[in-house]
């Protein structure tokens, strides 16, 4: 099976490794490395696998490149893609925890990545130019994706706002029945055995970790460790920028409130927590890896094979449920797409996103600098912009080149 995918593994790796920019410019980079440049899925498909993955708590880019993995090569090569996409950036964060004490981190912002903005909002354009055609075709679907853009961008970074409009999408193109009519289809069996682990994990861990809290187990930090972060992963809707804001109320805030109850509850350095969410945007990958970050940094005081634990924890509790959750429902998602009204809802949910794509696009570029003060850096970011755009259409530039491109001009100007 390796030396069948070994293409396809290279092509995620390569992925792992130049995926600036957050999870909106990720489906840019996937359209780009998984569609255009080896077919190994189409346009359509991951529209689907997108659309899909925002309904699901959890890392979305992350289930989406899973899934791609599964398509290909089912449950095992979704695993390694899982692991393959996670692996780098977990490496760069869990180290991180490792490096910091002797980081000034005055200097962690270096100019070497200002220039990834401008970058990510070329990628997204890009996924957005060429999948319009293919999702926005009549007049409902133009309203649905109107009403998408501007309520993405009024209300981006509340978790609820994404699968509220897909599902407002899907049932807004289910008032037509005579366009899609009903095909007889018989509905396959489903398989339980992901959701029941996912559901024995997430009670087992809970119980185990308030027992161990209630009883004061000696060095119970790593059952309470992966106890948090596992419940984070299963019930975060909104991706990373949500995540953060969790991870910052469990283990800065929260543990000064309860500290004459539990004195011994996982705590990390506000200051140190703060550095590693900045950092984290820097990193290629998914945001998810602060996870690594944060895990190392829980368990340092414990020694540095502890801490190397706590680094391993984090990675794992973190994507475990994305993981379960997305490999259990997409074949009910699979064997519910029979019966027309849902795949009559498809057509509203691909208008929905790509109007959280075009909105997404001109959010990043509300936070990227065009004003005269300095008119070098201005003419650099609208043509790191339109450059990345032009040289996403043509097809021998492979996406780490323009991703290195933009690194380098961080580090001139």
Known sequence: MLLRHLNFLRSVFFYSITAYGGPQAHIGMMMKTFVKEKPYVTEEELLEYNAF?????????????????YKRGGVPLAVLTLI????????????????????????????????????????????????F????????????????VIATYFLFGQPWVIPSLIFLGGVATNFSK??????????????WWNFWLFGIIFIGAGILSETARKQD?????????????????????????????????????????????????VQIDENSLYTGMGIVRAVPGPVFSISAFTGGMALKDMGYRMQMLGCLIGMVAIFLPSALLVLFFFPIWNNLKKYAVVYRSLEGINAVIIGIMIASTFYIMKDISFSDEKLVSTSINILTMVGTFLLLNVKKIPPPLIVLGCLLLGALF
């Open 53 to 69: 993955c925002q309904l699901l708590p959890g890392a979305s880019s992350t289930q989406t490149v899973t899934l791609i993995g």
């Open 84 to 131: 393959i996409w996670i692996l780098p950036a977990c490496i760069i964060m869990g180290g991180l925890s490792f490096l910091l004490q002797y980081i000034d981190k005055k200097e962690l912002g270096t100019d070497i990545f200002k220039f990834i903005a401008p970058m990510a909002v070329g990628f997204l354009a890009y996924a957005t130019f060429t999948t």
């Open 133 to 148: 055609s293919i999702a926005v075709k009549n007049l409902i679907t133009w309203i649905i994706m109107s009403v998408g």
């Open 178 to 191: 005579k366009r899609i009519p009903q095909e007889v289809q018989k509905p396959k069996k489903i398989k």
């Open 217 to 265: 187990w000696h060095d119970r930090k790593p059952i309470n460790l992966f106890e948090n972060t596992y419940r984070m992963g299963s019930l975060v809707f909104g991706g990373g920028q949500v995540l953060i804001p969790m991870m910052y109320e469990q283990w800065s805030v929260r543990p000064e409130v309860v500290k004459e109850k539990n004195p011994e509850a």
